[in-house]
C-alpha cells in the first residue's frame, strides 16, 4: 500500500472509531466519506457522505459543499460501480418496502448489472458534458434518496433492457 493509501487507511480507522462513539456527530461521517474517497471506495463513500447529510444540522447552508464532495465521487465511479449503486439502492427499497418486487422476476443479478450498465453506457455516450446526467443522479441521490417513482423507472429499466 502507497504512503498515501495508508494515510487514508489509519484517516478511516479514525473516522469509524468516531462514528461508532458518536454516531449522530455529522463530521464524523463526514470524515469517513472522505477517507473512503481517498481508497476509492466510492460507493461506501456516497453512503457515509449521505448519512452526514443527514445529520447535519443547517441543510441549506451545507447543500453546495456536500452536492460538490457527492458529484466529484459519481465522475470517478465507473460504469459499473454506478450500476451497482443503482442496483443497491433498488434492493434496499424492494427489502424496506418502499416499492413492491417485481412478480415474475426472470431477470438475473448479472443481467441486471448488464442492464443498468448498458442504460449509463447509452447516456455517457450521449452527453456533451464531463459529468453525465446519470452522475448527476447518482450524487443527487446520495443526499435526496430517489422517489418511488423513479425506483419504478429504474427496475423497469432492467426488463426493457432485456427486450
Known amino acids: 500500500m502507497s504512503p498515501q493509501a495508508n494515510k487514508f487507511a489509519e484517516a478511516l ?3 469509524e472509531r468516531a462514528c461508532e462513539l458518536n454516531s449522530w456527530w455529522a463530521k464524523a461521517w463526514w470524515r469517513k466519506a472522505t477517507a473512503l474517497r481517498g481508497l476509492q471506495q466510492y460507493s461506501q463513500a456516497l453512503d457515509a ?3 452526514s447529510y443527514k445529520l447535519v444540522e443547517d441543510k441549506a447552508k451545507s447543500r453546495n459543499e456536500y452536492q ?3 458529484s466529484e465521487i459519481a465522475s470517478r465511479m ?5 450500476a451497482d449503486y443503482v ?11 418502499i416499492i413492491a418486487k417485481p412478480t415474475k422476476q426472470n431477470v438475473s443479478p ?3 448489472r448488464e442492464s443498468m450498465f448498458l442504460q449509463i453506457k447509452t ?3 450521449n452527453a456533451k458534458n464531463t459529468q453525465t446526467d446519470y452522475e448527476n443522479c447518482v450524487a443527487n441521490w446520495a443526499l435526496a434518496p430517489m422517489s418511488a417513482t423513479m425506483a419504478y423507472v429504474q427496475v423497469r429499466k432492467f426488463f426493457r433492457m432485456q427486450i
Not at 465507473?78 to 454506478?82: D, G, I, V
Not at 442496483?87 to 418496502?97: K, P, Q, T, V
Open 123 to 125: 447516456w455517457q455516450s
Open 78 to 82: 465507473t460504469r459499473e460501480q454506478l
Open 87 to 97: 442496483i443497491a439502492a433498488l434492493h434496499d427499497y424492494e427489502s424496506r418496502g
Open 110 to 112: 448479472q443481467e441486471k
Open 49 to 51: 457522505f449521505s448519512q
Open 68 to 70: 460538490r464532495a457527492v
Open 13 to 15: 480507522q479514525d473516522a
